[in-house]
């Protein structure tokens, strides 16, 4: 009897940066256009298990994923007990550039939701001419008030409260098994680090004095489910009107997490964008 | 419509103890919270996963933990099922300026993942009496 087995492999990759060898654990599926998928805040590249098993997907890209430093299988840097963790725009980026650099990626698509939607507004105006184009998912300008205490807190039990919080992120018509399992993702966060995430997410992350110098070379696409509190449609769109050719898409019954907690109905939305791209196709959205 | 009175209330402490996920998740589960629905005001008191005092309308010299304080409207959105965006979950409906988070917010965080099944249950229980109406 032959074992059922994903497409999906996983491997580790030394990333040089900041004068650190990163240890970085990715998963990848398919040929094709790279596209590098970014995970949400606090947990890790589990997320996109979906979108590595599409063949619909993985027929045209080269779909990776990877954990950022201190998420998932990807260890923290050395030294690391004796620093408060931080994200900050300059390494976010830089780090998912040096990631590419390292597995030689020609211009790649950068996909990433959330806080890895939020930086693909930091790498079009920064690294322009190494990326094809960026999807970014439940992103805006400026998304504040998610730098909370109590996501660390000695008193609190960080595992079911990280969760918690963003269950609600969720839209209600998402299946329940992945809503559960992307509860299940946060629940093993390292602690502290989905607050240092939420650093950048909140805090570091003001781009609303940038959004006009994006020269629109790159395609940009902007994608919030409606069930999004933290990023709502009106932040995506009030953003995607400030940056040259820009593209919002606005997507019913989903919420925060639309690769994991709703596959099907995010790929609606995804593969007219993912077509475009790739040359075929007019236009984004359902 | 469903709405947040007394009636609903009586039924999810009818609710909590026979639901095999409280079980799970209210083990550790202790907190007095205030709800109000407009000029109505509740306080429940939970204990282990269960609702073991309803005070209606309760003297201002009775201590609570943390409050939800919304108007009827915003109850009868969150008690939809589906409820429409910014009125599924309770930090939606308070980072949105729909409902008031007060208190002692680490009680509420200690509790967090408890007192969001009791809020489920109560939609749930809402749904069966709107549905029973129907």
Redesign the interface.
Known sequence: MTALHEPVTGRYVYVPHGGHEYRIYYEEAGDGIPLVCLHTAGTDAREWRHQLNDADITSHYRVIAFDMPRHGKSIPPVGFEREEYRLTATFYSEFVMAFCDALELERPVVMGSSMGGNICLHIALNFEEKIRALIAIEACDHSP?WYIS?LE?P???GG??C???V???M???SPDEYRWETWWYYAQGGPGIFKGDLYFYSVDHDFRKLNEKITGNVPLYLMTG??D??C?PEMTEATAQKIKGAESIIMEEIGHFPMSENPVTFKRYLMPVLETIRGVGSGGGA | MAALDHPLLERLRDAMPNDPEMQIVGKFMRCDVLLSSGDKRYLLRFDHGRLTEIVEDPHPALAWNFALKAGPGTWERFLQ???P??F?????AA??GHLTLEGD??VF??N??AF?RTLKLLRIQAQATSGAAA
């Not at chain 2, 599924?88 to 939606?92: I, K, L, R, S, T």
């Open positions: 008030g109590w807190h008193h609190v039990h079911e409260a969760a918690t919080s269950y609600g992120l839209a209600p018509q409606v069930y509190f933290a709502t | 099922d589906p409820p965006p910014e599924h979950d309770v930090w939606a980072w949105l917010i680490k965080m200690q967090h993942f969001w």
